[in-house]
């Protein structure tokens, strides 16, 4: 079983559409949690930190539910520009450890 | 403030050669680390260093080796390419204050391809 785990996609939208991406761990001692966005041919960059109280940033809304190892990313008004791959990143205390979903595509379409 | 730089952006080896990978950053982070990501999968960590004279391996440490004589430098060299190395490599950094906090900035990457 992968330490990280999403669903590969790719999801196509429509713009304007809302759309949920899902990330599962496995290790409870995991720390803290990210959000990248990657552009195709590109380096990964940082979306946004994951907070257990939740956390959003303009149409982007994270969630954590530790309980469940459980981590999802809502896009809100989805445009053609949020067209990319999805990171769900894990890191660990204790030692360097970040642990990299394989990532979830997402096409926009006008 | 250039962040993260790699060079270079692709090289072509045949199996066999060997080189050196580049990667340098200037915001004084202690952490690099280097990152390969093939298609499907996620990035995969290759070594790492937590501060200047020290390295450790990741989860795919074999055929790579890495140094780190200056907080700013973080070379990986491949001593014998394969066509198994054929990927894009990444190299990060980032603060070691709180480091499972603090998110990595990534350098460009190197397109590689070993026939």
């Known amino acids: 079983r992968k330490e990280v785990e999403q669903d590969p996609g790719p999801f196509n939208v429509p713009e304007g559409a809302t759309v949920a991406f899902n990330c599962t761990y496995s290790?409870?001692?995991?720390?803290?949690f990210f959000w990248y966005r990657q552009d195709c041919r590109k380096e990964p960059k940082l979306l946004m930190s994951v907070y257990s109280s939740g956390n959003e940033d303009g149409r982007f809304t994270a969630q954590l539910n530790r309980a469940s190892q459980y981590i999802s990313l809502l896009i809100r008004d989805s445009k053609l520009s949020d067209s990319a791959t999805y990171l769900c990143v894990v890191n660990q205390a204790g030692g360097f450890k970040t642990i990299f979903g394989a990532g979830t595509r997402l096409f926009v379409k006008a | 403030n250039a962040g993260v730089t790699q060079t270079p952006k692709f090289q072509v080896l045949k199996t066999g050669q060997s080189m050196t990978l580049q990667c340098a950053q200037d915001m004084n982070h202690e952490y690099m680390s280097w990152y390969r990501q093939d298609p499907g999968m996620g990035l995969r960590l290759i070594h790492y260093?937590?501060?200047?004279?020290?390295?450790d391996q990741g989860e795919v440490p074999n055929g790579y080796n890495v140094s780190r004589s200056t907080t700013e430098d973080f070379p990986l060299r491949l001593l014998s390419a394969a066509p198994s190395q054929t990927s894009v490599y990444f190299c990060a950094s980032n603060r070691r204050q709180s480091s499972y906090n603090s998110p990595l900035h990534f350098g460009n990457g190197t397109r590689l391809t070993v026939t």
């Open positions: 260093s937590v501060g200047a004279g020290i390295t």
């Open positions: 290790n409870s001692a995991s720390q803290s």
